[in-house]
Structures are given as C-alpha cells and as structure tokens.
C-alpha cells in the first residue's frame, strides 16, 4: 500500500509511547573536543513516528556524542539516502509503508545492492503479526526487531545505545583491519627502497599517508653514539615547510617551542599525539632512536594511533636492516680504498681498532666506549681524508672533520676540546700524528693536542703488533 506521511494520534497504538519520567541521554553532553553526531535513521510513512522518535532521542549522547536524525517515508527514499550516505550508524525501520513488505525489501537491499554489513538495522513494526518475529530474524539480516507498542522512550534509548555500541565496535574492528592492510602495503613499499635516503623518505611518506594529513613532516634520529658530533638529534628526511631541515641538526633547523616535543619524544621513548603535531616514536632492536614527526590538525583517535604504532613496530626491524645494509656497502668501499692506499694504511686502521679496544677494557673510558668504535675508526683511516672520498661515508666523514680538534682546545678549527671531542676522532688524530711523526709526536703532544688516555693506549698498542 502506499502511504503518505500523517500527523500525530495520541489514540494509535502504532505510535511509540513516550513515559513521563522520561530519562535524560546516557553520557551527557559532557567535555572535550566535539566529535561528529551518531547518524540515525528513521524510515516511516508515518510523521508522527518521527517527531516523536526525534523527541524521545534529542538529549541522548553517546561516548560524547550526540545523534543526527535522518528521515525516510518509504523503502525507495531510504536506499536513495543509504546511496549517498555511507556513515548511517542505526536505522529504525517500519515493516509496512509503500508495500506490506517494504521494510523487509529494504533489509534485504541494504545488505546484498549496497553491501552495507555494518549499519544496524532494528526492524519496528506496528502490526507484528503480519511480519512474525522469529520468520523476520531467521530470514533477513536485521540486528532486532521492536514492537512499535513495546518501545517506551526508556526502551528506545537503550535499544539505541546498544546498537550504537555495537556499530563502535564493529567499525573499529574495520578500521584496523584496513589499518593493518595499509601497514603491509606500505612496509612491503618500503623495502624495496634501494638506499638509505630512499628508505627515510619513504617512512616519512607512508606516515603521511596512512594519517591522512598534509605534507609537512619529519624524520629525525638521536645522536648519542660515539660518533656523535655535535650529540643531539640530526633530521635526515623533511617534507613541505621542513624541507629545507634535512641533513641539519634539529636545535638550528627549527626554534627550540617547535623541536621541544620531538626532544620529548626522544627522551621519555614514546610517541606523542598533540592536537597540532604528531610525533611517531621507533626504536629499531639494536637500539637506535628514530621519530617521525608529522603536523596535525586534531588529535589522533584511538584507533588511528593503534594503526600508526602498528606500523612503527613492523618496520623497525627493516629500518635496521637498511642501516646494516648500509654499512656493509661502506665496509666494501673502504675495503677498495685500503687496497689503493696500501697495507700501510690498513695496518694503521687496525692500531686504531687496538687503542679503541684498549680504552674499552681499562682507563679512564673502560666501560664507557661502544662496542663499534674500533670498526669505525679503522673505517675512517682506510678512507682517503677528502670530501669526494668520504661523500656517502657518513659516519667516517664526521670523524675525519673533527679529528683536528685539540684536546686543550687551543687552535682547534672546531672549537672543540676534551670529552666534547668524539673519542673516534681523537683516535684517529693520535693515529694519523704517529704515521707521520712516530711516538715522539705523541709523547710531545699528549695534554697539549692529544687525548694523553688515548695516546698511552695507542702506543701500548703499537708496542704489542
């Protein structure tokens, strides 16, 4: 039959009844940052069904969330609407409108054209006799069925709570599901990356992505190792307005109120999620720090942070392969290069790697030196001293710049001076003094321009090959 939309009868048993002591919405209006309304619909071809649906519901709130009441006065209307509307929550759907069967039509229409599996459907009827309960629920996929008589604005609020919650639950599900899908397309994007630089600006990217947000961003890693010159945290890859940051250490590439939260992240080893900044914390397995940090425009909801930490754990493995990978390729070019300069040179590389080993054992460092100084100082004496030759060497290049540094500090380029210079660089300037002038070199200058610890260990060294 077909039916056009009718004013309230307070004599219709059809209508819904509304108690007098009718409750205030669940939850409350309450605080925090304003999030977008539940989308709910009402599908009758009766107008009095809706103004008072609409009366019983307009004070409910849900995880701080109100309710958007849509209308629909037939089976037709409603598809039409579910077309362009993909973020309907609830629909409340009367069984007879244009035809006996309109609503069951529309059920089943909802599921199989549309595929909409998500939004709950609670099927309300006035006439239960003529669409059985039990024949309704075994045969279409609704998620409850109400007499129209039955429902008391007490009822309806709890009957709507109940499928709001559930529809929660199960687009967070979708949500990380999708999350997760994007975590394996964009790891698997990532590996492929053929050097370094690419594999930095790729994460930086897919973190873009997967977020949703703009262009802006970061990738920036902690300075503290051996190496370290200044010690801090150095930006290896920057996108949009931070481009111009990368290859920089973060204190001069941006004022200190904006690199304050990546240091923070950096400090307390976790990932913040601020209103106007994201900053994704990864810590590969051998220790290294790496953050990301992205501008944002809101708060990340829970789901979108599990997604996000998801991804940083899956790819800290491969962040470490990529370095390891790395440093095999430098450790072949430097093993090119020992065959150019002679075994002079490696056997200065390896008294390098002695005296390191040595200060690890005793002295004034025992216990304080990285298990990779001796590689990387013996890395830096196989390379020539130039930049062409260093380019691409990274960590050997920051060596070979400041192992002019004295230990007094009087005529160093680089303003350095005693524990502020890189042990990896005063080992090498100890190594590089000897080649050219002997132990007397160094006996005149420990104290004065060498590290008098690292001099002792050197020569003891060079005494034991």
Avoid at 42 to 66: M, P, Y
Avoid at 231 to 247: D, K, M, Q, T, W
Avoid at 408 to 420: F, N, V
């Amino acid at each position: 039959m077909t039916a056009t939309p009718t004013t309230p009868d307070p004599d219709d048993d059809d209508l819904l009844v509304i108690e007098d002591d009718e409750p205030e919405g669940p939850g409350g209006d309450g605080g925090g940052p304003r999030q977008p309304p539940w989308c709910l619909l009402v599908v009758d071809d009766e107008q009095g069904v809706h103004d008072i649906t609409r009366l019983a519901l307009r004070s409910l709130s849900f995880k701080g969330r109100g309710i958007e009441i849509l209308n629909a006065y037939s089976g037709r209307e409603a598809l039409e609407l579910l077309r362009r509307r993909r973020d309907v929550a609830v629909i409340l759907l009367d069984v007879v409108m244009e035809t006996d069967d309109a609503g069951l039509a529309c059920a089943r229409a909802i599921r199989e054209e549309l595929r909409n599996q998500e939004t709950r459907i609670i099927l309300r009827t006035g006439q239960p006799g003529q669409a059985p309960e039990q024949r309704v629920i075994l045969d279409y996929d609704i998620n409850d069925y109400k007499a129209k008589t039955d429902l008391t604005a007490q009822k309806l609020t709890t009957t709507i709570i109940a499928a709001l919650r559930t529809y929660d639950h199960i687009m967070t599900i979708e949500a990380s599901r999708k999350g997760l899908d994007m975590v394996v397309d964009a790891a698997s994007s990532l590996f492929m990356a053929r050097s370094v630089e690419q594999f930095h600006s790729g994460i930086l990217l897919q973190v873009q992505a997967m977020l949703g947000m703009g262009e802006h961003g970061m990738l920036c890693v902690q300075r503290g190792g051996p190496l370290a010159q200044p010690p801090g945290i150095l930006v290896l890859a920057a996108s949009g307005r931070y481009r111009e940051a990368a290859n920089r250490p973060l204190a001069q590439a941006l004022p200190a109120a904006e690199a304050a939260q990546i240091a923070e992240s950096f400090a307390g080893r976790r990932s913040i999620f601020a209103a106007s900044l994201t900053t994704l914390y990864i810590a590969t397995p051998t220790g290294r720090e790496v953050v990301v940090s992205i501008d944002s425009n809101g708060v990340l909801p829970d789901p979108s942070r599990q997604v996000i930490e998801t991804f940083a754990a899956k790819i800290s493995q491969g962040f470490e392969n990529m370095l390891l990978f790395h440093q095999f390729r430098q450790a072949n070019r430097a093993a090119q290069a020992a065959l150019a300069g002679g075994p002079d040179r490696a056997r200065l590389a390896a008294l390098a790697e002695a005296t390191a080993r040595r200060l690890a054992e005793a002295g004034p460092h025992a216990g304080r030196v990285d298990e990779a100084v001796p590689e990387l100082v013996g890395l830096a004496l196989l390379l020539p001293s130039t930049p062409e030759a260093t380019a691409g060497f990274d960590l050997a290049a920051e060596v070979m710049a400041t192992r002019g540094a004295h230990w007094d500090g009087q005529g160093s380029p680089t303003g350095l001076s005693g524990e502020d210079i890189p042990l990896a660089a005063r080992i090498v300037a100890v190594a590089e003094a000897w080649a050219a002038g002997g132990p007397a070199v160094l006996q005149a200058g420990a104290g004065g321009r060498f590290d008098p610890a690292v001099v002792d260990a050197f020569l003891a060294a060079a005494g034991a090959a």
